[in-house]
């Protein structure tokens, strides 16, 4: 007898004291008489003692029997609160929820909006790990990853949380030093500012015909945050979500170049492993975030 055999045969033991007799144990487990009694008899030969006195429509316990079934009860009822613990976890929004993002994307809107679930909710622990390298979520047991779409074929599973428009820009004393782009045929003309996520040929398509220009320039990141930073300091034209920089278009301390262009719309998912949305906890947040994001997605907004 194993000791998962044996632990089964403790709680049904346990029901059998509890329930007044084999039949009506089988009866609450979905068991027969027959399993019930060799379940028993198969521990009292393990123990090496007889638990019960038995006559034709009765039992009672013995010396053993009585001392025994205190721990069985024990068990029985640890596995009954271990199952309501996790049950709480299921129903509401409570745990610790890892997730992981880009430094940019996590510092800018990720963590602003995780400050204000805990509000919400503050039996939620939080684990957020910011890098810019991709994360195996299931290698790392992390829960939830954000990254920008197109996605890679994988296992994963997937949440858009929004979609924005990506557009050129340029600061005042880039401009000023080079010029403004007129067509999109003198933007290979310009110096740019290079971020790795982004493709050397851009596809644009202006007054509905497709363009495809290649561009280069004198720096180059692989950070977001370092982007913006070089694209205001009049570094080059760099493409760049408008999302992150509406308000300085609209205040002039960048400028929208061809804006007649439109260039294909950046996707932002949450990703994670199958069955990780079952927990109360993670779909609360994904829900969370989306309805946070509403503003900045053109799908669902009026940008």
Not at 104 to 125: C, E, K, M, N, W
Request: some cysteine.
């Amino acid at each position: 007898m194993s000791v998962l055999d044996e632990v089964r045969a403790m709680m049904i033991f346990a029901r059998v004291v509890e329930d007044g007799g084999f039949s009506a144990a089988a009866r609450k487990m979905g068991l027969s008489r027959a399993a019930v009694s060799h379940q028993i008899r198969q521990l009292e030969a393990k123990l090496g003692v007889p638990l019960l006195r038995r006559s034709t429509r009765n039992f009672s316990l013995t010396d053993a029997g009585a001392r025994y079934y205190d721990s069985c009860r024990t068990i029985t009822l640890e596995a009954e609160a271990a199952r309501k613990r996790v049950e709480v976890l299921r129903d509401e929004p409570v745990g610790k929820i890892s997730i992981t993002s880009s430094v940019h994307l996590g510092t800018l809107r990720i963590v602003p909006i995780l400050d204000r679930f805990r509000q919400t909710y503050p039996g939620v622990a939080i684990d957020v790990h910011l890098t810019d390298e991709v994360v195996d979520l299931i290698g790392q047991g992390i829960d939830i990853g954000i990254r920008s779409g197109p996605l890679k074929s994988s296992d994963l599973k997937s949440f858009k949380l929004y979609r924005t428009h990506r557009i050129i820009a340029a600061s005042p004393a880039c401009v000023a030093r080079d010029g403004l782009p007129e067509t999109p045929e003198q933007l290979a003309d310009h110096d740019w500012v290079m971020y790795s996520r982004v493709p050397e040929t851009l596809r644009l398509t202006c007054n509905d015909q497709e363009k495809r220009i290649r561009v280069s320039g004198s720096v180059r990141v692989d950070n977001a945050t370092a982007r913006l930073q070089f694209l205001r300091g009049g570094h080059g034209l760099a493409v760049v979500p408008l999302c992150d920089v509406a308000d300085e278009i609209v205040r002039g301390d960048l400028i929208h170049v061809l804006p007649e262009c439109k260039l294909p719309d950046l996707e932002v998912f949450a990703v994670f492993a199958d069955g990780v949305t079952r927990s109360a906890k993670i779909q609360s947040l994904l829900e969370f975030m989306r309805r946070e994001m509403r503003g900045i997605d053109v799908g669902r907004s009026a940008g």
